[in-house]
């Protein structure tokens, strides 16, 4: 038992004690008082009859007794004077006795309130420090890099918005061993750690695979560095981002308070600072807008050490981020992403020849306002909470076509529903409508149960399958 616990018990058995004690004395002393009545008056009863007797029956006594009467009255008055006297003096002393109790009695009562407060006190800032004074989890930044002297755009941002170095050190890692970016990148000091990836060795391909070299050194730097991070550095969750990015004010924030969700719910494998449909004109006005999605989206996310453990010994020789995407690897799990973009490309050269840039990355809108996400309560975003509603959600809007659509014909603003049924179907929408039509093992690009959500003209947009999805068709990539 806690010595808390022990003093007010203790206190509370003495009061106890007391007051019993008290309860009985005052008892006794009123059984006393009583009793003391009872003889007075049987005493003064039996001597009136006496009198009246002696009266009536001895009249020659009855002189005698008128005589005497004076001398008897005063010896007995005298008696009884002395008899009240002491009883005063009793009940005097009674009195100081029971005042004296009722002092301790009191001084005690106020001792176990003080002592009862005491411990209130010191249980609420015992529950206040066990549950609302958590630890704040270090999440690493490892930013890939190569040959970019513009890698300095990225870091600039990176540093200006970091809240704190110790909670979110940044590792730079760099591959290709181009002096003028490594210059860059030491020019910044101990605000960032420079990691180099060792292994500059030429990786032989034959065929239409010579082409695709720079994916292969790609995947290998990134299972060095993932390596490197999470066992050397030994950090427990990692923000990953590449040399070409922009970042939202919000950036860290958006990370920080989206890691307890991504830690709590096994359903989920990353967290996602990017929309691949979040053109202008395609994004809902409002930033604090979050999603699931079952399509992997990269460009700035976040995994945790658990992730790297499951993937460490079979990651791929070339193209990661297809192979993470595979059945086998998602495991049916989801990430969020924001409807406005945290992360925003500004690479237009690199290992993909500006593959998408010209059509689609530049138009991505990236968020410029800063959303107290930390303060807000994201558990809406855990599967069991976010399914029911986003089925009712997409199954309980109107179905409309895709002509309906793009003709204006419709006479509201309400959110709509278009189906498909098959991957031609779900092509002809999605070119029409103006989203990405590509799939990924399947899955199309930000894609949640077979549904694809975006705003059209400012109003929200189903692409869905019917009610009746069985899940993702690998055959469909």
């Not at 308070?257 to 719910?265: E, F, R, T």
């Not at 999605?293 to 790297?308: A, R, V, Y």
């Not at 969020?336 to 059509?359: A, M």
Request: aromatic letters at 12%; charged letters at 25%; a positive charge.
């Amino acid at each position: 038992m806690q010595p808390n616990k022990m003093g007010t018990l203790f206190s509370t058995c003495s009061c106890n004690i007391l007051a019993q004690l008290m309860t009985v004395r005052l008892r006794f002393f009123m059984c006393s008082i009583y009793v003391m009545c009872i003889i007075s008056f049987y005493f003064l009863v039996v001597q009136q009859l006496y009198k009246h007797q002696l009266k009536n029956e001895v009249p020659w006594l009855r002189g005698l007794v008128n005589e005497t009467q004076p001398i008897q009255q005063v010896h007995r008055s005298s008696k009884l004077n002395d008899q009240l006297d002491l009883l005063e003096l009793e009940l005097q002393k009674q009195l100081r006795s029971n005042e004296e109790l009722l002092i301790k009695l009191r001084s005690l009562k106020k001792k176990n309130i003080a002592q009862e407060k005491d411990s209130k006190s010191e249980e609420i800032i015992k529950e206040s420090n066990s549950t609302s004074v958590k630890p704040s989890p270090i999440i690493g930044v490892l930013v890939f890099s190569c040959n970019r002297i513009t890698i300095k755009r990225n870091l600039d941002q990176l540093l200006k918005y970091r809240p704190s170095k110790e909670q979110f050190p940044i590792v730079v890692s760099q591959d290709c061993g181009h002096e003028p970016t490594t210059k860059v990148i030491q020019s910044y000091g101990d605000q960032l750690t420079l990691i180099r990836q060792p292994d500059q060795s030429d990786i032989p391909l034959v065929g239409k695979e010579k082409k695709f070299k720079g994916y292969y050194k790609i995947a290998r730097h990134y299972g060095w560095a993932l390596n490197k991070t999470f066992h050397g550095f030994n950090y427990d969750t990692m923000i990953i981002v590449e040399d070409d990015l922009d970042i939202s004010p919000d950036f860290f924030e958006y990370f920080l308070a989206l890691y307890p969700i991504l830690k709590s719910d096994l359903t989920l494998w990353c967290i996602s600072a990017w929309n691949d449909n979040g053109k202008n004109g395609m994004v809902a006005e409002n930033p604090e807008i979050l999603h699931r999605s079952d399509f992997f989206p990269g460009l700035g996310w976040m995994l945790t050490k658990d992730l790297w453990l499951e993937l460490q010994n079979k990651w791929p020789k070339a193209f990661w981020d297809d192979w993470i995407r595979q059945p086998a690897q998602r495991k049916e799990r989801a990430c969020i992403r924001p409807e406005i973009s945290r992360t925003k490309t500004f690479g237009k050269v690199g290992v993909s020849n500006g593959l998408f840039y010209e059509k689609h990355l530049k138009f991505i809108r990236l968020n410029d306002k800063f959303v107290p996400f930390t303060q807000k309560d994201l558990s809406y975003l855990k599967k069991d909470n976010y399914d029911v509603e986003f089925v009712k959600l997409v199954y309980g809007t109107p179905a409309v076509t895709v002509q309906q659509l793009t003709k204006g014909s419709l006479s509201h603003s309400n959110p709509v529903r278009v189906t498909y049924t098959s991957k031609d179907t779900f092509k002809k929408a999605a070119k029409a409508l103006g989203i990405m039509d590509d799939f990924k093992s399947g899955v199309p690009r930000t894609g949640y149960r077979g549904v694809v959500s975006f705003l059209y003209k400012r109003r929200w947009v189903y692409l869905a399958p019917t009610a009746e999805w069985k899940g993702y068709d690998s055959t469909w990539s």
